[in-house]
């Protein structure tokens, strides 16, 4: 049964001038999902969010929020939808509080709910004690994290996050991440672009990748490796590493592919455990040391590289 | 512990801290975020006033903390006006240094020096023509004054007094030139008096003399007359001399005595006797005969001399007559220059400049031009670097996505601007009637509405301007090149009249010309703003600056789409 579709982009193209930036894309983002559109820097990621924010005008197709067609309800968009950007769309001389207050107002919140809101907030993002600290006065991460506050004042249904970690350094993206997820699982929609795969294929539940405006494969990140990898990896690394003869021992044991490395050896396989069990146990009755052994399925960036590549 | 203890602005400590963050955040235990899901009050329609109201106190907060700005736009027109109301608070110059140069500088010359030099004006005599030339070029003099050799006032003289100037520098040389003039004009005018008074003098003499001439001709006249009536009657007298006397026939008496002498049978002594005392007789009577023949030739000669003289006195009255004419031509002639009073004579024609203004200092003169220039310049560029500076904030993306219309934002930015300004005309103004204190309360009042509708027109330039550049340096030298455009086309720096025929009609219709105008009449001349037609104008200005604006900003957008 197909999951109900809370935004919904159908055979959307977009020209800037010859240039076509987006080609007949369409995709659903199930109503309280984790959506990552990835796509290599000037794929079209952002040119997407844009269309859905009204900020720029699709060439051709049509966009629908909860089933109705934003060209025809742009208040919807506007009141269900929070967005933060790349940048930080904040205003820096202003405080904390006072961002949040204003596009509060800007969104028609009372003050009161305004206030209430923004307390809610502050104590999500970590910045109760700072909301008398002018936005400029903080720090990237504390910024991001305003600036996502901002998108949620006016209680969105669809939080929209282009890049979000972008310029963050591990910890902070660690801490975002976490973050974006406790939003998400407080019953928001997320809907994030990017193009750090580690990341979207741990966080998100759903994925589109977009090659040149296209939208070439979407699914959950283990659909997407089980679609173009059938192999496990594994990584072996010995003392005093004499590879050639294991790889003898072995045998032609359901191996895909060998990679011999410098100091460490890579078997594909789609039976890993088969091989592990027969590889330690050359390795028990030989003279080699495990140093390190590992074993895992192949990552997104390397299913995104092949999508890609192809 | 506080949040802005554990986060600092390095970018090395940052990944410390937010670290120390995380676990002080462990410590505090599980959060309730169900305060996230709650539905917040905020679909009802809210006042678009609310709106407003917030957008502008966002600018103004922004404008306040962004301190330099904030000191510019407020203490700068308050120290420009400061500076110029106390420098210019004057209506006269001051110390102004002026080359001259002579090769013999006469008595008239050093006087005229001297007067001058009692004035505004500070006189350097150099040593050569060239000297004198050069300062004026290399700007060390405005002026440079070429006095004549031996200047005096005689019959020889030509007396003309060369000033070279400086004409770059129009504002101060027109002045100096006008006042050097003036200060000529006043010398050269005393001594034309002292020349027409003698000319004058002479004249009044004259008709003096020519009256007692009259008197005295008119004695010639009468005595000729009488001396003429006397002759006549000599001459009449003469004629009726009869000095005729006939000959006397000599036989007859003979005869006679003959008879006589043989009727009275006289003796021939008594014959004798009678006949000598009738010779006698006859020769006395020939010897009258002949006196009275010579004074018959003597009264003709005496009639001719007479008739002579009496045409002498006759031709001596027509000459008197004649004289007597001429002095009567003189004397109307005379009488005929109605203007005796010398000044009327030296300058029959004069010019009084009566001020219209009450006050008579430079900075009232220059007061209008310097708020309009104040406010355009203020206006242009606060406008559109603002919109600049909207456009370039990345917070711009999360106001286009919030319900809140275009209009309200265009509206806000305007509101922001016109306030911020119209508070800055208040200051300008303020400033202005401590020194100014004769123009009315009402003048200023007057002065500050005109000048929020000229801001009005040039904020809404100026937010056009943002609207079409993309950058703040091109939309600053945008606003930058429309505000010289409109000065240097204005009265400001080269009167109107120097421009040539359809330029000068089409500059009239510079806003800034227009308002300059206005202002000027509100505070020279205390116009009304019923008199101010080009308000009307100004105002149609506006309205279409607003709308050009609207409908850029709503293209833009859809271009942008």
């Known amino acids: 049964m197909e999951e109900e579709a809370i935004i919904k982009f159908e055979n959307i193209s977009k020209s800037f001038g010859r240039k076509k930036v987006l080609n007949n894309v369409s995709i659903s983002i199930p109503r309280g999902s984790y959506f990552g559109i990835i796509g290599l820097s000037g794929s079209g990621k952002t040119t997407l969010l844009n269309i859905l924010l009204g900020y720029w005008k699709q060439s051709s197709g049509k966009v629908f929020f909860n089933g109705k067609q934003i060209k025809h309800n742009k208040s919807a968009i506007h009141t269900n939808i929070g967005f933060a950007t790349q940048g930080i769309s904040v205003y820096p001389l202003l405080t904390v509080k006072e961002n949040l207050a204003y596009f509060g107002r800007l969104y028609g919140m009372k003050e009161e709910s305004i206030n209430k809101r923004s307390k809610a907030l502050l104590d999500l993002i970590d910045l109760t004690d700072d909301e008398d600290l002018l936005a400029k006065e903080l720090s990237t991460g504390m910024l991001r994290r305003l600036d996502i506050a901002c998108s949620l004042i006016h209680n969105p249904m669809v939080l929209v996050l282009d890049e979000p970690t972008e310029d963050l350094d591990p910890v902070l993206r660690k801490e975002m991440l976490a973050l974006i997820k406790k939003i998400n699982d407080s019953g928001k929609t997320i809907m994030m672009t990017s193009h750090m795969l580690d990341e979207v294929e741990v966080v998100c539940s759903k994925i589109a990748i977009i090659h040149n405006g296209e939208i070439i494969e979407t699914g959950s990140p283990e659909e997407l490796k ?16 004499n590879y050639e003869e294991m790889l003898k021992k072995l045998g032609k044991l359901n191996l895909s592919n060998i990679v011999l490395k410098r100091n460490k050896i890579v078997l594909y396989t789609p039976s890993a455990e088969k091989v592990l069990k027969h590889l330690l146990a050359i390795i028990n009755t030989g003279r080699e040391k495990i140093i390190s052994l590992k074993v895992h399925r192949p990552t997104m960036e390397e299913v995104f590289e092949y999508i890609t590549k192809r | 512990m506080k949040a802005s203890e554990l986060y600092s602005k390095s970018e090395d400590d940052e990944g410390r801290n937010v670290k120390k963050l995380m676990d002080a955040k462990r410590q505090g235990g599980r959060r309730d975020y169900s305060a996230l899901m709650d539905n917040v009050q905020m679909r009802g329609r809210l006042n678009p006033l609310s709106k407003l109201f917030r957008i502008i106190i966002k600018n103004y907060k922004i404008l306040i903390r962004t301190r330099t700005s904030a000191l510019i736009f407020l203490l700068g027109p308050l120290l420009i006006m400061a500076l110029v109301s106390i420098g210019f608070n004057t209506s006269t110059l001051y110390g102004v240094n002026i080359a001259s140069y002579s090769e013999s500088y006469s008595p008239l010359a050093e006087a005229l020096i001297s007067n001058l030099s009692s004035g505004e004006y500070i006189i350097q005599k150099v040593e050569t023509q060239d000297k004198c030339m050069n300062a004026v070029k290399l700007g060390e003099y405005p002026v440079c004054i070429l006095f004549p050799n031996d200047m005096a006032v005689d019959n020889s003289a030509r007396n003309v007094i060369t000033l070279y100037i400086d004409e770059s520098r129009l504002n101060i040389a027109n002045a100096i030139t006008e006042k050097l003039s003036s200060k000529v004009a006043v010398q050269a005018d005393a001594l034309s008096m002292g020349a027409v008074s003698q000319i004058l003098n002479a004249l009044d003499n004259i008709n003096r003399e020519a009256e007692a001439a009259k008197s005295g001709s008119a004695i010639l006249s009468s005595n000729n007359a009488e001396e003429a009536s006397t002759l006549a009657t000599a001459l009449s007298s003469i004629e009726d001399f009869d000095l005729t006397a006939s000959a006397i026939d000599t036989s007859g008496p003979a005869s006679e005595i003959s008879s006589i002498q043989s009727r009275l049978n006289l003796s021939s002594s008594e014959f004798t006797a009678l006949t000598a005392s009738v010779n006698t007789v006859i020769n006395e009577y020939n010897s009258i ?18 008739v002579s003289a009496k045409n002498k006195v006759n031709a001596d009255t027509a000459i008197i007559r004649d004289v007597n004419a001429k002095i009567d031509t003189i004397k109307t002639n005379v009488g005929s220059v109605k203007i005796t009073n010398v000044e009327s004579i030296v300058s029959p024609i004069k010019i009084s400049v009566q001020p219209l203004t009450k006050t008579k200092n430079y900075f009232i003169y220059i007061l209008p031009a310097l708020l309009i220039l104040l406010i355009m310049l203020v206006s242009l560029l606060i406008s559109s670097t603002g919109v600049i500076r909207e456009k370039e904030s990345s917070a711009s993306l999360r106001n286009f996505i919030t319900p809140t219309s275009p209009g309200t934002f265009l509206l806000a930015h305007y509101l922001t601007y016109i306030s911020i300004i119209g508070l800055q005309s208040a200051i300008m103004l303020g400033v202005t009637r401590i020194f100014i204190k004769d123009v009315p309360f009402t003048t200023y009042l007057l002065a500050l509405a005109l000048l ?9 330039i100026g937010m056009f301007i943002g609207t079409i550049f993309n950058t703040g340096e091109s939309a600053t030298v945008a606003s930058v090149s429309i505000a010289i455009i409109t000065l240097v086309f204005s009265n400001s720096i080269l009167p109107l009249e120097t421009l040539s025929g359809f330029l000068r009609l089409v500059v009239e219709y510079n806003p800034f010309v227009m308002m300059e105008k206005m202002l000027k009449g509100l505070f020279l001349f205390e116009a009304s703003i019923a008199s101010m037609t080009n308000l009307y104008l100004i105002l149609g200005f506006i309205g279409g600056a607003a709308l050009i604006t609207i409908v850029l900003q709503i293209m833009r957008e859809k271009l942008m789409r």
């Open chain 2, 289 to 306: 005969r002949g006196k009275l023949d010579t004074a018959k030739t003597n009264a003709g000669a005496v009639q001719e001399n007479t």
């Open chain 2, 452 to 460: 929020v509708i000229f801001a009005t027109l040039f904020i809404f």
């Open chain 1, 226 to 241: 089980n679609r173009y990898s059938k192999n496990d990896e594994i990584h072996l690394s010995t003392k005093p590493g």
